[in-house]
């Protein structure tokens, strides 16, 4: 019976830890700090922030200096909004908000480099 009982409460314990991200709640109208790979929640839908770096590449010659492309996904994997940094894309409006737009970009590198792209900070503006 002891040993039924112990296997029961091994049991609960695992089953009860979830290993999940904590989700960053989004407040519409305050600026937040996100970071690729990011949890987000807002109005309690959660989304991946993505942040992809397809600004020139160190060394290299470009027509174009290129851009950083954010998207947010859902829980199933789909894009559901993409703002692009170039301000000759419109980026239209997102379904969580009235409007984004980038407050700041905090990165040490001027020119592209996907492999470092977990240490850019985003700063944005959800309104």
């Known amino acids: 019976m002891k040993q039924l009982l112990l296997l029961l409460l091994l049991f609960c314990a695992f089953s009860c830890s979830k290993n999940e991200e904590a989700c960053s709640e989004i407040t519409l109208g305050q600026?937040?700090?996100?970071?690729?790979?990011?949890?987000?929640?807002?109005?309690?839908?959660?989304?991946?922030?993505?942040?992809?770096?397809?600004?020139?590449?160190?060394?290299?010659?470009?027509?174009w200096a290129g851009e950083f492309v954010l998207s947010f996904e859902d829980t199933d994997g789909n894009i559901v909004y993409t703002f692009r940094e170039s301000e000759s894309t419109p980026n239209?409006?997102?379904?969580?908000?009235?409007?984004?737009?980038?407050?700041?970009?905090?990165?040490?590198?001027?020119?592209?480099?996907?492999?470092?792209?977990d240490d850019v900070r985003f700063i944005l503006l959800f309104e």
């Open 92 to 117: 239209g409006t997102p379904p969580f908000a009235e409007s984004l737009s980038i407050s700041t970009i905090d990165t040490e590198t001027m020119c592209g480099d996907q492999d470092v792209i």
């Open 31 to 63: 600026e937040i700090e996100l970071a690729h790979d990011t949890q987000i929640c807002i109005n309690d839908v959660e989304y991946t922030f993505i942040a992809d770096d397809q600004r020139c590449c160190c060394g290299c010659v470009c027509a």
